[in-house]
């Protein structure tokens, strides 16, 4: 007998982790009426029930959880950031294998082709996310000047919005980060010639701040670079000349584009996770 890997198979009849995640009032509504008499027992259980759905915070409160002003108002819902890769490196002049990046084009073509698959039908253009606003962008003469946030791409009549951190993005979101939480350590990261990615991290903000600041009803995604691989600077070059002069054609082969094709891998299990938490909500 050959095994074989399973290619299809059925949804299961129990709520699986994402669902348990986008409501988790689930596990208090359906414990064993016994347990409900011993509160130790109870707190035990919901304890490792919770243990592997931690990661994977609810876009949703209970509704009859406490919650503080900023929960009590929010809008948006929005999904928790699904960990598939590291999305951790560092580039600079001590590094000697910095990561392998993917650009944001590569990203958002993964990210709308998986989407479009469960006919979410993302727009070509950015799309303002209302009520929240950030540090203009890219005007360095006018930093005070606050403008909305524009989100990746959108569905604007499923209203689905999704957001790409990437090695761009993310230093516009940490610095956003700095100035909100006024940590001086955060600072010296920004601005020490070594640059430290950990954009799950940097996703986990935007997730938040989307949650607590946005003024519509609105399902937003956050995606990030997996960051497969790092690679000396010898390996990749080559793939960075052909990607410089030859923009839209396939990578030569080699350790460069292995580790492109990975990353992508990875994206796609974001995207997927993604798609099963909408339709956890009912969106899609």
Not at 215 to 229: E, Q, S
Not at 234 to 256: I, M, N, V, Y
Request: contains cysteine; proline residues 10%; glycine residues 6%.
């Amino acid at each position: 007998m050959k095994p074989k890997p399973v290619r299809k198979y059925s949804q299961p009849k129990y709520p699986t982790r994402l669902e348990i995640a986008a409501r988790p009032a689930l596990l208090h509504r359906h414990q064993p009426p016994a347990w409900r008499k011993w509160p130790e027992l109870t707190g035990a259980a919901g304890l490792f029930l919770l243990a592997d759905a931690a990661r994977l915070p609810a876009a949703d409160s209970p509704p009859n959880a406490s919650q503080n002003p900023a929960q009590a108002k929010a809008v948006a819902v929005v999904a928790p950031i699904f960990q598939h890769g590291e999305g951790r490196g560092s580039t600079g002049c001590v590094v000697m294998s910095p990561p392998v990046f993917l650009s944001e084009e590569e990203a958002l073509q993964v990210i709308r082709e998986e989407l479009a698959g469960k006919g979410v039908k993302l727009a070509t253009n950015q799309t303002a996310v209302a009520g929240v606003n950030v540090r203009a962008r890219y005007k360095p003469e006018v930093q005070t000047t606050r403008e909305p946030l524009k989100a990746d791409a959108a569905d604007p009549e499923k209203r689905v919005f999704v957001e790409f951190i990437g090695k761009h993005q993310a230093g516009s979101w940490e610095l956003e980060r700095a100035m909100e939480l006024e940590d001086k350590n955060l600072w010296s990261e920004l601005l020490s010639t070594v640059q430290c990615y950990d954009l799950p991290r940097t996703a986990h903000y935007v997730a938040d701040r989307v949650k607590r600041d946005a003024a519509d009803k609105v399902y937003f995604g956050t995606f990030y670079d997996p960051i497969a691989k790092s690679l000396e600077i010898s390996q990749q070059f080559p793939g960075l000349l052909a990607e410089k002069t030859s923009p839209g054609k396939p990578p030569p082969p080699g350790p460069w584009a292995d580790a492109k094709a990975e990353s992508r891998r990875l994206l796609r299990l974001q995207v997927q996770d993604f798609l099963k938490w909408l339709q956890a909500q009912g969106a899609i």
